[in-house]
């Protein structure tokens, strides 16, 4: 005998049969890799657990007049302490280390007084830094202006001062303290740089090719060295040079300020890395 199927049910089959074979078809074309996020810790460069607080206290800067590199750098480091770092930051009034060089500088070159009581100002000044002598046995000058990175190699004496560092570190409470230099400067380049350009080709279609051109760009370098002194001895105890460039088409007016940011934002991360851990978050594929 010959069982005859009902028109809708032989339909319902039918749906189900090809329904069960895209969801072969979906499981067989499934992802066959996949990404976690991880993040991978990263331990700090300096032990700070003896201290308490950091004092940024201020930086030799030049290279160009449109940009404060002493107060902006300070200003931007602070923030960034008080939300990711376990330490206390100081608020103090930023140093004119220039003016300090200068001051220690000058008091190096004069010759020994008699016994003459100090003033109150030769009192309050700060203890000379051991000075770079010429032929003749005096202190080399300081440069007024900071141009260029071989103005700020004078400088440097200033951080050897463990005098006077011990000094401002029993002011602030022995806190650990971050000074050094930045070189904020203007830049300029030419030659030949790769660009993308957009053609059509005779059937309508759109596509991207790599076309050398020759242009002359401008923009900023940024050379910070920090320098971290224990405020309880005054000795340095590490320091580290970093160096950063952007360049923007030479008819692009960028704004210095921007510019300074711009390239600080590469920066920080190292710094902070410096004095707590941070995390490098990313991905990893793993294959099915």
């Known amino acids: 005998m010959t069982v005859r199927q009902h028109p809708k049910n032989a339909r319902r089959l039918v749906l189900a049969a090809i329904g069960a074979a895209c969801a072969a078809t979906l499981v067989a074309c499934g992802p066959t890799s996949y990404e976690i996020p991880i993040e991978t810790p990263i331990q700090p460069k300096l032990d700070v657990s003896a201290f308490q ?27 960034q302490l008080r939300t990711k770092s376990s330490l206390r930051v100081i608020d103090a009034d930023v140093m004119q280390l220039q003016e300090i060089a200068q001051e220690q500088n000058k008091a190096a070159s004069e010759p020994a007084g008699g016994d003459a009581p100090p003033t109150d100002r030769e009192s309050s000044a700060p203890p000379p830094a051991p000075a770079a002598a010429s032929a003749s046995g005096q202190p080399l000058p300081l440069p007024q202006r900071i141009r260029e990175e071989k103005d700020l190699e004078p400088y440097e004496r200033l951080f050897a001062n463990t005098t006077y560092w011990k000094r401002i570190g029993e002011e602030y409470q022995n806190p650990l303290i971050v000074t050094g230099t930045v070189l904020f400067m203007p830049n300029t380049r030419s030659g030949f740089v790769n660009r993308d350009v957009e053609q059509v080709d005779q059937y309508g279609r759109r596509h991207v090719v790599p076309v050398r051109t020759y242009m002359e760009r401008k923009g900023f370098i940024l050379k910070p060295k920090f320098v971290f002194i224990d405020g309880r001895t005054g000795a340095t105890i590490y320091s580290e040079t970093h160096r950063e460039e952007v360049l923007y088409p030479a008819q692009q007016n960028m704004p210095a300020l921007s510019s300074y940011f711009e390239l600080m934002d590469r920066l920080v991360p190292d710094f902070l890395s410096a004095l707590s851990s941070q995390k490098i978050r990313g991905t990893r594929v793993l294959l099915k």
Not at 70 to 79: A, D, G, I
Request: proline letters at 0%; a negative charge; zero cysteines.
């Open 53 to 79: 607080r950091v004092l940024i206290a201020g930086f030799v800067s030049g290279g160009t007049e449109d940009v404060d590199g002493n107060q902006e750098t300070v200003r931007l480091l602070r923030s």
